[in-house]
């Protein structure tokens, strides 16, 4: 009998095993599929699996066609137990859910969408019950869950169960949000019951936390109200805090009339800002005028008002603030010299050179003087004085040789060295660059340029030399310039045999152990590898509010970034596996150097995302897909859902208005930018349009498509440039010039991998 009983259960399992995996197909569908497409590919289907109800759940949920949204949520609660006939009020659905079948991973989930939804039908009584189904974890979906809960019961009038609801969770949860959502919602609790007094303490301590977020701007409402209402007081400190939250608020008028008698230079300063933001200049004078006495307080007021003026985008008025603050204390007069030498070269005036060269002289060690260093550089690159660019870029490389800037600085004296017949500094200047910025958009660029003229064979035995001598640099080089140059990732894991034992290498090893070891190592680490049932599903929202009650801490970052590796690569979301590995490198401290890392992680870090989408787009519009794909990496990361700030959407990151005239050409009378074979269909036919328009230039060509054909002619018209490095670096635009140059980059990049993969 025992026997029996135990060959049952094990059929069971492997059959509930089976239907779970029929999920794992399903993530492409979640994280890319629309409510649409969602529907019309699982509607129709027989026996769906959990997953298959969770994200029809899902779509329904966003059509807000609640009842099937319900059905299918109820559906999702276990492995392999359905009932398609479920008869949807509040007792036959929890009737099914506390069934005895084997649960789905995304029971909890499930349960949690369930009960959102018999609260938007006033079922309050079983919302409660739903929610205490739930396991007491500490997930975000518990925090959501018991707020939801809590709201249930105070619709109920029942405030005491509605409060120790919300305490029992208040001390489970330590990130920011959580705490202030809580204590916004036990104020509101403490507000229906007429104890102005406790609710006036919650929303205090909302800003106690943080007086910037929305909840603190939420809570400050709150708290102005109840002031208005009840007469309540403030002490000091809580009135410069509430002041400080209005104006993040935008509430500027008042937020003045709080800080601005308070005292205390905090106060003054938001005093200052507010009025600034308020359009109230002459008060904010005045303010600052009573503090004259005070040469410190003063300079620092004065500094306020000028950075509140840069920010707000009057940047004449902030620097005209600035240049009266230049004998001021140190850092206030260090800060003022950058803001007046940005401002002064965006606008071409001949002044900025004196403001760059004193801060440059001031503050050498300042790391702010690297950009200065540039903006001269690049203004006598300008005048064709090539002496003066190779002395402001030598300065540069002497006071940061491994500074942000200084890829640019050496590709850019290797050309002059190598134009002034100064080989021996221009090759040294090659290796470096080479061996030192590996993932570089200028060492791509070089190694395209000078690809050419180099030997193989002597090439090798630059890299044989470098090894037997230990020549990390050396080594490096070669081999960094092999791999551009044979394309053959064969070649390239002999010669990484051979430098197995290198120290640089060594570090790349650290990193690659790390990732396939699954190397976790904060307390976080389950609560992050709990997402992959979300991954399964391309649950996208769950895992943005999962993650987003972690703490910043390194450990935790680095396991995010694991993670985040690990289930975007397996379950496809392109976007989440790349930036997950990025954000490893940075933990690590290495550079992005695909000349050493793995094939899967290259294959990671630029993969061939939505492959029939983009070869169709290719062969109809004839752009090389290696092109569609760098456009692609340098404007989304491969996410179909990025929006601009400036309002471009999508894979290709399409401007509507663009997206609207490219629809007429296509005769497409509906459209969703966020699809991606939508996004790679029209900006593919924007990039022929410009080929055609700039003759198949390449750095015409994505210069028009990040700031357009309009500009590109400007430019052109202005100035006669001796070659393309001119053209990139003489841009007036900083975001077009790394846009060319990333995207280049990221074109040869791929170049590589489709010659090395056939």
Known sequence: MKKTVILLITIIMLSCAQQDGSTNDLSTLGFYGSSKDVIKELSGKKDLSWGEHFLLGQAYNDRKDYKKAMLHFANSCFSTHRNMDLTLYAQPVYSFVTGFHFKSPLYDESLYQVARLFYLYNEDNYVVKFVDLLDADDTARYRDACILKARAQGRMKKFGDSEKTLLAIENDYSDNSSLQIIRIRLGSVKENTDDFSEAMKWYLRVLDIDVSTWQSVIAAKRIEELMGKQGVTLTTPQQVKLGRALYYGGKYTRAASLLANQGGEVALRYAIRALVRGGKRDAAEKLMHARKADSVLYTSLRITMADELWRKGSRYGAVKVYKSVLKGTHESRKRALRRIAVYLEERKNADFRKYCTMH??????????????????????????????????????????????????????????????????????????????????????????????????????????????????????????????????????????????????????????????????????????????????????????????????????????????????????????????????KIYDIDEDISVLPEKLVAALLPCAFSECVNEASAKFGIDRKMIYAVIKAESMYNPQAVSPAGAVGLMQLMPLTARDIARQLNMKSYTLKDPCTSIRMGTHYLKWLKGYFNDDFEEMVAGYNAGAGNVNKWKSNRTYADDDYFTALLPFDETRGYILRTKKFFLQYDILVNARR
């Open 360 to 585: 440059v002289q001031d503050y050498p060690d300042d790391r702010y003087s690297e950009v200065l260093l540039w903006f001269l550089a690049r203004d006598s690159l300008a005048d064709g004085n090539e002496k003066k660019v190779m002395a402001y870029l030598e300065l540069s490389l002497r006071l940061f040789p491994d500074g942000k800037d200084a890829d640019r600085a050496r590709y850019w004296l290797e050309k002059l060295y190598r134009k002034n017949d100064r080989k021996v500094e221009a090759l040294q200047m090659e290796k470096e660059l080479l061996a030192m910025h590996p993932g570089s958009s200028y060492t791509w660029l070089y190694m395209e340029k000078c690809a050419g003229r180099k030997d193989t064979g002597q090439l090798k035995k630059d890299f044989n030399t470098a090894v037997k001598k230990n020549d990390s640099v050396g080594g490096r080089h070669a081999h960094l310039m092999l791999f551009f140059i044979e394309k053959n990732f064969e070649s390239r894991g002999q010669r990484l045999k051979v430098m197995k034992s290198v120290s640089w290498i060594k570090t790349y090893q650290r990193m690659v152990d790390a990732l396939s070891k699954k190397d976790t190592r904060s307390a976080a680490a389950n609560h992050i590898q709990s997402l992959k049932h979300f991954f399964r599903v391309g649950y996208l929202d769950g895992i943005r509010r999962e993650l987003g009650i972690l703490p910043g801490t390194e450990e935790v970052a680095h396991d995010r970034a694991l993670m985040a590796f690990h289930y975007g690569n397996e379950y496809n979301h392109y976007s989440v596996a790349a930036g997950g590995l990025l954000n490893l490198l």
